[in-house]
C-alpha cells in the first residue's frame, strides 16, 4: 500500500493526522505493508523569515479574535494529547516559512530518513517552540535523525531540490489538495484532515477490502 501524506511541518492538524495514521497502521499490523510518503504543501509560501505572530497571523487570515485562536489552540492540544503528541502553545508564537525544511525532507527521503526528520520538525516546532525556517535547526536536526550534517548544511546554502519541491506542490495543487493533510492511498483514495486513528484504520481496512 502506498499513501502519499500531503502535508506542512507548521500545520498542527497534520501531526494529529500522522499520529493517528501510524496507530492505525500498527492496529492494522501485518494486514498491510505500507510505504509512506511525505509530500510537500506550504500553508503559508509568502511566509518572510522572520515569520509573522501567530494570533497576528490568524486575525488576517482566517478573521480569528484572540478569544478563537486561544479555544482552537486548547482543541489542538487535547487532540494532539489523544494521540500521544505534546503540544507546548505557550512556546509556539509565530508562524514560519517551510520552504527550507520542505527542500531537507526530500533529500531525507532519498536517503531513507524523510519520516524521523518529519516526526523531528514537528516537535521542534510544535513542541519546542523553534523555527522551522533556520538553517542551523534544520541542520542539527538532519544529524539528529542519522543523516549528514555537512551534506544538509550544503543543500541549505543553495537551492538544491527547491525545484523538485515546487514541481510536487505544484501537482498536488493542480489535482485540487487545498488543504491538508490530505493523505492519499495507492494513487486513488483520499483520507482528508487530521482524522481520529479509528477512522483512518476504518478507511485503510475498506481499500484493503476492495483490492
Known amino acids: 500500500?502506498?499513501?502519499?501524506?500531503?502535508?506542512?511541518?507548521?500545520?498542527?492538524?497534520?501531526?494529529?493526522?500522522?499520529?493517528?495514521?501510524?496507530?492505525?497502521?500498527?492496529?492494522?499490523?501485518?494486514?498491510?505493508?505500507?510505504?509512506?510518503?511525505?509530500?510537500?504543501?506550504e500553508l503559508n509560501p509568502g511566509m518572510p523569515p522572520e515569520g509573522q505572530d501567530i494570533d497576528e497571523h490568524l486575525a488576517q487570515k482566517?478573521?480569528?479574535?484572540?478569544?478563537?485562536?486561544?479555544?482552537?489552540?486548547?482543541?489542538?492540544?487535547?487532540?494532539?494529547?489523544?494521540?500521544?503528541?505534546?503540544?507546548?502553545?505557550?512556546?509556539?508564537?509565530?508562524?514560519?516559512n517551510t520552504f527550507d525544511a520542505h527542500r531537507l525532507l526530500h533529500w531525507a527521503e532519498l536517503e531513507g530518513r524523510q519520516r524521523e526528520l518529519k516526526h523531528a520538525l514537528f516537535r521542534a516546532y510544535f513542541t519546542e517552540g523553534q523555527n522551522p525556517g533556520d538553517h542551523t535547526l534544520l541542520a542539527g536536526l538532519a544529524e539528529e535523525v542519522g543523516l549528514d550534517r555537512a551534506r544538509a548544511e550544503a543543500i541549505l546554502a543553495s537551492d538544491t531540490y527547491a525545484e523538485e519541491v515546487r514541481e510536487r506542490e505544484r501537482y498536488y495543487l493542480e489535482r485540487g489538495i487545498h488543504s491538508v493533510p490530505a493523505v492519499i492511498v495507492n494513487d486513488r483514495h483520499l483520507i482528508q484532515g487530521g482524522q481520529p486513528p479509528e477512522v483512518f484504520e476504518r478507511a485503510l481496512r475498506q481499500i484493503v477490502a476492495e483490492g
Open 62 to 96: 482566517y478573521g480569528a479574535t484572540p478569544e478563537q485562536s486561544a479555544g482552537n489552540r486548547e482543541a489542538i492540544r487535547a487532540r494532539g494529547e489523544a494521540v500521544g503528541f505534546n503540544f507546548r502553545m505557550d512556546k509556539r508564537s509565530r508562524i514560519y
Open 1 to 41: 500500500m502506498k499513501i502519499d501524506f500531503v502535508s506542512d511541518v507548521s500545520c498542527p492538524w497534520c501531526i494529529i493526522g500522522l499520529q493517528s495514521l501510524e496507530q492505525a497502521l500498527q492496529r492494522l499490523g501485518g494486514e498491510v505493508q505500507a510505504e509512506l510518503h511525505f509530500q510537500p504543501f
